[in-house]
């Protein structure tokens, strides 16, 4: 099983801020690597697939990069919507497919 | 435009028994593999159960395997998950979640149902 390891597990960041995810896999992964915004009480969306293809209606402040093992979701400009809890997922090798523990990324 | 619907979640014992259900619309459900994930409270997601297009093949977590199984019918565009000896580390938000076509992560999800598992 391929653990996803994300970092740091909070990010308290201003509006306007720009704002780096990082995450990891213990094995290659390729490119087959996607990311999830959450916010409370909501399913989670998909925001890019592929590591650095945004999904269908994604702003362009967001930004996927990375390949093999390390992988980066930037944010260009914070937006008060962005606040939430960010997830990795790997889909090279399943099952199982795996998620990494989550970023919150919070108002500081 | 894409909708899914889960439904099914329940406060249940421990040892029982509980079916979700999802219901698809606005896009072609047979042409689709289909995935049911979980969260826990406070927690992260865990992907739980896979099943292909044609329901030929279905996956499990090993944390569920033997006790849950994934259904799907698609003339009625709706995916299953009965599960059965719940424990109480089974309680959860249920999500069920659609696989993009041409890669393999998730691009529609559901709301969630509840399942509580707790004497």
């Known amino acids: 099983e391929i653990v996803m390891t994300q970092s740091p597990v909070t990010l308290s960041m201003s509006p306007g801020e720009r704002a780096t995810l990082s995450c990891r896999a213990s094995q290659s992964v390729n490119i087959n690597l996607a990311w999830y915004q959450q916010k409370p009480g909501q399913a989670p969306r998909l925001l890019i697939y592929?590591?650095?293809t945004r999904a269908t209606g994604i702003p362009a402040r967001f930004s996927g990069s990375g390949s093999g093992t390390d992988f980066t979701l930037t944010i260009s400009s914070l937006q008060s919507e962005d606040f939430a809890v960010y997830y990795c997922q790997q889909y090279n090798n399943w099952p199982p497919w795996t998620f990494g523990q989550g970023t919150k990324v919070e108002i500081k | 435009q894409v909708q899914l619907v889960e439904s099914g979640g329940a406060l249940v014992k421990p040892g029982g028994s509980l079916r979700l259900s999802c219901a698809a619309s606005?896009?072609?459900?047979?042409?689709?593999?289909m995935t049911w994930i979980r969260q826990a409270p406070g927690k992260g997601l865990e992907w739980v159960s896979y099943i292909s297009s044609s329901t030929s093949t279905t996956y499990y977590a090993d944390s569920v395997k033997g006790r849950f199984s994934i259904s799907r019918d698609n003339a009625m565009k709706s995916l299953y998950l009965q599960m059965d000896s719940l424990r109480a580390e089974d309680t959860a938000i249920y999500f069920c979640a659609r696989m993009a076509l041409w890669e393999g992560a998730f691009d529609s999800w559901g709301q969630g149902t509840p399942v509580t598992v707790s004497s």
């Open positions: 606005g896009f072609t459900f047979s042409d689709y593999f």
């Open positions: 592929g590591a650095s």
